[in-house]
């Protein structure tokens, strides 16, 4: 029997050398932003929605693996899940039989889920799902176009890149997909006009944008699947981001009266633990794709439908139903959109509030910046750095972890586990209009250039530090 690895031991030494090894053997890149922008800890340990470092600190988790983590780390119903599956090893990919947990998940999810389309393929990553949604959609259809708006993100594999509606990660990877149209985010007139082709398979949104936390507003996500619907394209809900629950009701399509031709959801539905996604289908674009015995496997993977991914949607969606986790996240949400408009209402830089349920954030306005054409050497990376300063004021002054997000202006955003409490909130609008005002009396903006300037001569020396 071979050696019993000791993995506290391995992992008390590698946290060690994790910076060094990281420079070396993964992204270097991130290594930098983290350590030049003030971030980097060493995280040793997670439950809900906190997160303890190495000197002992708790930590506000509102990144929580850009929303991974919604139900909280190790939560105790999804952590048990997943010991007892070890220890019972139902075989694993037998792939030639009735999968009885993938069944199991599939129903659960189509019933939490509430849609009209009842067939589930299960993925490993929200990115996959979206794949499979295009190529659903596109057999179903026997049209190739696809369309999105801008701004938005749907993952970064060939396929959902091309749907991708930021340009600068598009750029370098050649023509990708064909017939992919970004419009205006909400442009409902231009959305006409492209549908009129009849050449569009799929028109592909988030309910809310992951990356400006904007919705299309009432009702025109519904006039948008009534135009779809009058020209024979289908509309595909990615909310692998908004999904289960996060905005308040299990898909934030339902918010609008949406019920989705396909719908996509990952992140939540992994307890935190395990890697999964889902697409969710209607009978008929499920069977043009499964249409014969000769095609059973005509979209598959080798690693759908495990054991463990299956045993953390099954837990999940009881948790998320147990805990009443929607109403949670609605009603914190209302709080959290309260309490920040409160405390940052005399903030200088505070515009709004954005975003839906606890997928949460604020838009600012660098006020009293220098412009980025008078800091040649910083140029566009400036805005990106100043948020990435009210980043850091977040954590190093109020232990909150969060995110700069945004496409043409920065969002500061939220993304906390469903977990919450009330004064997890409080906490976060508290600390959030600290942080705006240290931006604003001078010191974080100080910082911001300082780091703005260190990264550039990072980037000049070839990234590394
Ligand atoms: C809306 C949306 N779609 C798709 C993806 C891609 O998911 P993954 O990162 O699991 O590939 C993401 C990831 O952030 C997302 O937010």
Redesign the pocket.
Known sequence: MSTRLDLQSLLMQARGTAGVSCRRHLNGMLSSLIHTVGIDRNYVRGEGPYLWDDRGNRILDCLAG???IAVGRAHPVVTDALEQCLRLAPPNWVRMENNALAAEAARRLVGAAGVSATRVFFTN??????EAAIKFATRHTGRSGLLSWSD??????CG?LSVNGNDDLREGYGALLPNCDRIEFGDLSRLEQALHSRNVAALIV?PV??KTLRDMGEGRLSEAHAMCRKHGTLLVA?????GCGRTGTFLACHADGVDPDLA?L??ALSGGLV?V?ALLVGDDVWNSTYSSLDRVFAHSSTFHEGSLAMTAVIATLAVIEEERLCDQSRALGVELREGLTRACSSCRSFRSVLGRGLMIGVDFEPAGVASPASLPMIGDRLYPIVGQSIVSSLLNDHEVLAQVTGAKRPVLKFLPPMTITADDARHIANATASALRSFENGSAYRAAIGAALRLTSARLRGGGD
């Open positions: 850009f929303g991974a990553s929200g990115t996959e799902a979206v938005s993100f749907h993952g970064l594999t959902s988030e944008q992951g990615d909310e692998v981001q908004s996509v990952s992140k890697p996604g």
